[in-house]
């Protein structure tokens, strides 16, 4: 079946830090792929997306590329800030699934000064 | 409002009662998804809604569960005889739909109704 694979969190950086979330799919045909985030307190909000091949997905500093011959999606900030906690969580929707999101577990990111 | 918004925001409930979870979608968007996040099983999908109608119905965890819209408007998540395993957050989400076939459209999501089962 279709499913969606993060590194588990709690992930703890200091700011200015690189992050890189670590998220692998499995699905059938070519899905659209997605990160969400989760601020405290707050709703799900998407952060980007891509939806083929070699796409590459970014939105407020981080970055995401669709890389097919490995099944990934990574989420990549250069400098994180105290403002990016939250929890991410990566997403795929395929054809044929009425564009019903598929999560993965999220990830936790701390991040202090 | 200009959101998805969500009603009650939060709901306590005794064990066999039942329960309407309310979403008020952006005005336009013909689809709309219930997702449930829990801790156990994370972030699943319910079901969707094209329109009044729903064409997929597959995440529903037991006929204990229901759901409906109307005026391809407001919908209701209905559960009845709670038990506290359907303790959880659930989320409802909107877009503007295409009505088949796939679709990028962003899911814009609500602050989620936080049901607890006593």
């Given amino acids: 079946g279709n499913s969606v694979t993060q590194m588990e969190g709690p992930v703890t950086l200091s700011e200015e830090a690189f992050l890189t979330i670590n998220c692998t799919y499995t699905a059938t045909g070519y899905p659209s792929l997605f990160w969400y985030v989760q601020y405290p307190g707050e709703g799900l909000q998407l952060l980007l997306k891509a939806t083929k091949a070699d796409d590459k997905g970014s939105n407020k500093g981080f970055e995401a590329t669709y890389r097919k011959e490995t099944t990934s999606f990574h989420l990549e900030k250069g400098s994180v800030q105290v403002s990016d906690s939250a929890v991410y969580f990566c997403a795929l929707i395929t054809s044929g699934g009425y564009n019903k999101l598929i999560f993965g577990a999220g990830t936790r990111l701390a991040v202090h000064p | ?118």
């Fill in chain 2, 1 to 118: 409002g200009a959101g998805v918004s969500q009603s009650p925001s939060n709901k306590v409930t005794e064990k066999g009662k039942d329960v309407e979870l309310r979403c008020d979608p952006i005005s336009g968007h013909t689809a709309l998804y219930w997702y449930r996040q829990s801790l156990g099983q994370g972030l699943e999908f319910l079901i969707y809604f094209q329109g009044n109608s729903a064409p997929d119905k597959s995440g529903l965890p037991s006929d204990r569960f229901s759901a409906e819209r109307t005026g391809g408007s407001v919908s209701t998540l209905t559960i009845q005889r709670t038990q506290q395993e359907d303790s959880a957050v659930y989320l409802c989400a909107s877009s503007l739909g295409s009505g088949g076939g796939l679709s990028t459209d962003t899911q814009y999501f609500g602050p989620g109704t936080r049901l607890t089962v006593l």
